[in-house]
């Protein structure tokens, strides 16, 4: 479990809970700040000591392969996973380069220190400030919420209406600076992996542009920088997606927080101030404690947490409840205090004080007492649509016709479902097409409503429907086989759950990603991937029945359960899966570990970087009033193991080699053992492996392959598309030896690929 996400509601409960997530945030920034100085420090040793450069490397890949980035939330996608997985990656490569001492340290000031810097003043900076200001203002809000609590109720009106006012101005600023702080901490967390991977990328194109050795031994790294630059493409847009997203929440909590005040169905929670007797003459105390109250069972936790004195934890004390009853100043002099008979202690009456006249009324209520008013405990999840759409003929007469025009008119058109219409229009042609006596309109021939207008209002549609098309009761079964598994089991869990859906759910949803595929097959021109309409589509076809920032963290992962329904549409909406539910996987023979093709480059330099002039082809903004960005025109996410989204990459190559290489399997793992069926954008083998395979099978006639044959003794899954795939038993044609050390080439079932050479026993 990583960093728990913060809420915004909890920024007014203001509960222990709450600050222990703030403290390890903000720890997690401390450590992130103190890597960045040390990183900045060793920088700075290889520019002034270049004859000490072997030690100084080493001290930079030991410092770059010991840290990890936390994240918030329960999982990681695959795109972050590589991202993590980088700076361990980086430090391997600089190990390999320790022997180049000739190596001239130039530009590195400007590559590496500087951005780092920045990042580290600009956004670590302000957070420490804000940090301060939070601290500066809980010290005030709690001190100035103690005095007013202390007035004696026997003042006059005015003067404690005055008191009043001033503590609850003092409370809002409180309450408002949380919030910022709050946001601010969850937005550097997430943005420091991008911020601060980059310009380690820049600072390798510094290092390595110096090494002479060649362009074919350089490739190497080069397709493992693209794939990295599409996994922080991925992981900024979904970033971008995911905070637009927090922002509206925090808009929603602010504008009616007392509606988010209840954080859970079955209980209350909040602060109280409890009265403490003591024997005479010490007469009595009030102690402050944060108090969870069990609706149900009646039972009130207390624990004891005074802000001021460090946020110390004490004790926690639970009783029972058996009346709420409310005491008047007339019998105690002090406000908002409410009397407690309790059940386990006969006899006993316990008295406490609430902070606030609203908070009285949610106790009162809450406990039962004679004062209940508000809505104050029920917490509605339910949004106003404006529209009556339904899931229904009508509906589905009206997506059939919206995709026949948008395939007919407009599936080349630049940024296709990016690109807002006006809102205006898009209510009035959702209005016209969802009503059963004016749904006549024939979208692909009417000049009336232009393409951005009708792709608009089917998101519209889509997301005013009473239960997301997907439907809250899968939600969660969608998240979580999206965060684990390899590509392959996600592909085939997908498969199982989209057969639970009801029939008209399922078939509306085929009908709308078989159109969705068309798109992205035209990614060339309209710039939508299969990863940008997952951005796109994610939140729209399912959704969290509560508005939190758990759930919108959990945004990334709807983005993969939409990319993999598009590319695996025809598999997913075709047939009823073979197994469901899933079986659980066969025991295999233990295998030894192969020979990684990776050791072939271990002197070798590595590719040139260069963040500000990228080659990926059609990763461009779109002019012209278009929202589309570089980001959001990123080819697509490893985690559905796209095919389609990598053409773009792919196109660079020349055509003889363009078969061979795919993004999905472009990267160098750092690791010789064997992972099968992992992160598709982690695969062992590299990208001059393909080649090699590739220009070995074109180079070799078939005259000149021997009749050896081999037999497999363990089974074994492709990592790669130059590998072969076999169980136990298999036999081999026309076997020879690799290029690759530890590997064979052979051909089984009419295709030729590369062999682990110690999973086979050659056959006379």
């Not at 029920?378 to 509906?395: F, M, P, W």
């Not at 997913?572 to 050791?599: M, Y």
């Amino acid at each position: 479990m990583g960093l728990h996400p913060l809420e915004f509601s909890e920024c007014y409960l203001d509960s222990p809970s709450f600050r222990e997530k703030i403290k390890s945030h903000e720890a997690e920034l401390d450590k992130t700040n103190r890597f960045i100085k040390e990183l900045y420090k060793d920088g700075k040793n290889l520019i002034n000591a270049t004859k000490q450069l072997g030690m100084a490397q080493r001290k930079f890949a030991q410092c770059l392969g010991e840290f990890q980035f936390e994240y918030i939330g329960d999982a990681k996608t695959d795109d972050e996973k590589c991202i993590d997985d980088s700076l361990q990656e980086f430090s391997s490569f600089l190990k390999n380069l320790e022997d180049q001492r000739e190596l001239m340290m130039r530009n590195i000031t400007e590559t590496l220190m500087k951005p780092l810097e920045k990042f580290r003043k600009d956004q670590l900076g302000t957070v420490r400030a804000e940090r301060k200001k939070y601290e500066k203002e809980t010290e005030k809000y709690y001190s100035s919420l103690e005095k007013l609590l202390n007035m004696s109720a026997k003042k006059k009106e005015p003067q404690l209406q005055e008191a009043d006012i001033q503590v609850e101005n003092m409370k809002l600023h409180f309450q408002e600076e949380s919030l910022t702080y709050v946001c601010k901490l969850q937005e550097i967390q997430e943005r420091k992996k991008f911020e601060c991977v980059e310009p380690m990328l820049a600072f390798f194109q510094t290092v390595f542009t110096f090494y002479h050795q060649g362009f074919e031994l350089a490739k190497d790294f080069d397709h493992y920088k693209k794939a990295l630059q599409i996994n922080i493409q991925n992981t900024r847009s979904r970033f971008e997606g995911a905070r637009s997203e927090v922002y509206d929440l925090m808009k929603r909590i602010r504008e009616a927080p007392q509606e988010y005040r209840q954080t859970s169905p079955i209980s209350c929670e909040g602060y109280l101030y409890v009265q403490e007797k003591r024997p005479p003459p010490f007469g009595s105390s009030w102690v402050k404690r944060y108090s969870t109250f069990v609706t149900k069972q009646k039972i009130l936790h207390m624990v004891t947490f005074d802000h001021k004195s460090g946020g110390k934890i004490g004790e926690t004390e639970s009783v029972t409840l058996k009346s709420c009853l409310r005491k008047t100043p007339d019998v105690l002099d002090r406000r908002f205090c409410l009397e407690l008979d309790i059940t386990d202690r006969p006899g006993t009456v316990l008295t406490v004080q609430a902070m606030s006249s609203d908070d009285y009324k949610f106790w009162m209520q809450a406990m039962d007492g004679k004062e209940a008013s508000g809505p104050y405990l029920a917490r509605t999840y339910s949004k106003e649509r404006g529209i009556d759409a339904q899931l229904n003929d009508v509906g589905l007469s009206f997506m059939k016709n919206s995709i026949s025009a948008i395939e007919t008119r407009g599936i080349n058109d630049q940024g296709l479902y990016r690109v807002v219409g006006v809102s205006s229009k898009v209510q009035k042609l959702l209005s016209l097409m969802i009503d059963e006596e004016s749904n006549e309109v024939d979208l692909s021939t009417s000049e009336d409503w232009d393409v951005k207008t009708v792709t608009s209002t089917l998101k519209l549609y889509l997301r005013s429907l009473p239960e997301p098309l997907m439907t809250y009761g899968l939600y969660k079964e969608f998240i979580c086989l999206a965060k684990g598994g390899s590509p392959e089991s996600r592909i085939q869990a997908v498969h199982c759950v989209v057969h639970k859906l009801p029939e008209r759910n399922r078939k509306v949803l085929g009908l709308l990603m078989k159109h969705l595929a068309n798109v992205a097959a035209h990614s060339k021109h309209n710039l939508m991937t299969v990863a940008n309409l997952g951005v796109v589509f994610g939140p729209t076809l399912m959704r969290p029945q509560e508005d939190t920032v758990a759930a919108i963290m959990d945004l990334k992962f709807q983005n993969i359960v939409v990319e993999i329904l598009i590319e695996h549409n025809e598999k997913i909406f075709a047939d009823a899966p073979e197994s469901w539910p899933l079986s659980p996987p066969a025991q295999i023979v233990s295998a030894p570990t192969r020979q990684s093709k990776k050791q072939s480059r271990q002197n070798r330099p590595l590719a040139v970087y260069n963040p500000q002039a990228l080659d990926i082809q059609n990763v461009s903004a779109v002019g012209d009033g278009s929202s589309l960005t570089a980001d959001e025109t990123s080819m697509g996410s490893n985690e559905s193991m796209s095919s389609q989204s990598s053409s773009a990459s792919a196109s660079e190559l020349p055509a003889e080699k363009s078969d061979h290489v795919s993004l999905s399997g472009s990267l160098s793992s750092g690791s010789n053992s064997r992972a099968p069926l992992a992160g598709a954008s982690c695969s062992a083998a590299g990208a001059s492996a393909e080649t090699q395979a590739g220009s070995t099978t074109e180079e070799k006639p078939e005259e000149s392959v021997t009749s050896r044959k081999a037999k497999a003794v363990y089974p074994c899954e492709a990592e790669h598309d130059s590998e072969l795939s076999f169980q136990v038993g298999a036999i081999f044609n026309g076997v020879t030896q690799s290029r690759e050390p530890g590997w064979l080439e052979g051909e089984l079932e009419g295709k030729r690929g590369l062999i682990p050479e110690n999973y086979v026993e050659m056959l006379l």
